[in-house]
């Protein structure tokens, strides 16, 4: 019994003796071959599986909502591409579109005072009153001019000279272009040939102040019962339109034109 013992005691002495000049080889061959890792697992994998937890444990303080709340903005806001919400804004203010600007309507006052104990007759001249949705509105008014033998060429230029400071009053206004001249006017076969100087086919109003300009001779003219309608010459010649863009005035005109 005592020399099996002594053998074993030997055989373990000798491994020992061994093991420990052998340490060095024994620790390079568990680390290349990584037995420890493989069989018990690294620190950082305990730990890593440590941290995943799906609630906490009890006891354990929970974080405040603020706190979470705090943490979490600064994420957002640098994911937030701040360039692209600058470009949205800016698109979405859209300017005003420019006013255009209205032409102010500039009338001739007539001042003619008539001499005393003058012979006059009485016409019937047309101006136009503008109401503030743009419509012309046609308004007769009687005035005194010196009698002629030419009534026609004294209601036209009496026209001409727009209106007086009591139709002034009244709004009324005159759209023929200021500078107009009546040249010359005659009568055949109801149609009166009324001859203006250039200046009457430039209205600065457009083709409202066109077609107010022509019913306000058209009206004048035809208050005379032997017109029946009004042929427009520019400088002793008919021409198509007035101004470039004006009214057509190639044909004689008549109230059921307006």
């Known amino acids: 019994m005592a020399k099996t013992f002594l053998v074993w005691f030997i055989a373990f002495f000798v491994i020992i003796v061994a093991f420990a000049f052998n340490m060095g080889r024994i620790q390079k061959v568990l680390d290349d071959t990584k037995f420890v890792e493989t069989v018990f697992g690294t620190p950082e994998d305990k730990s890593a599986k440590d941290v995943v937890r799906s ?46 600007e209205v032409t102010p309507i500039e009338t001739p006052v007539n001042t003619e005072v008539l001499p005393n104990n003058a012979k006059t007759q009485k016409v ?24 002629t033998e030419a009534p026609l060429t004294g209601a036209i230029k009496s026209l001409l000279n727009g209106p007086d400071l009591a139709d002034v009053d009244n709004n009324l206004v005159s759209l023929i272009p200021s500078g107009s001249e009546l040249l010359s006017a005659y009568v055949e076969d109801g149609v009166a040939f009324l001859n203006f100087n250039d200046a009457f086919q430039f209205n ?55």
């Open 204 to 258: 600065p109003y457009g083709a409202d102040g066109y077609r107010g300009q022509l019913m306000q001779v058209v009206f004048t003219a035809t208050e005379f019962p032997s017109i029946k309608s009004v042929q427009i010459l520019i400088e002793d010649k008919i021409v198509g339109y007035l101004g470039s863009d004006g009214a057509w005035v190639g044909r004689p005109l008549a109230r059921a034109n307006f």
């Open 124 to 147: 019937k001249l047309c101006f136009l009153i503008i109401e503030k949705d743009g419509i012309l509105v046609r308004q007769p008014v009687d005035r005194r001019i010196l009698q």
């Open 55 to 100: 609630r906490p444990d009890a006891g354990e303080e929970i974080p405040a909502l603020e706190t979470v709340k705090a943490e979490i903005e600064p994420i957002v806001e640098s994911t937030t591409d701040k360039e692209d919400l600058t470009l949205v804004t800016e698109a979405e203010v859209v300017p005003p579109p420019p006013q255009e």
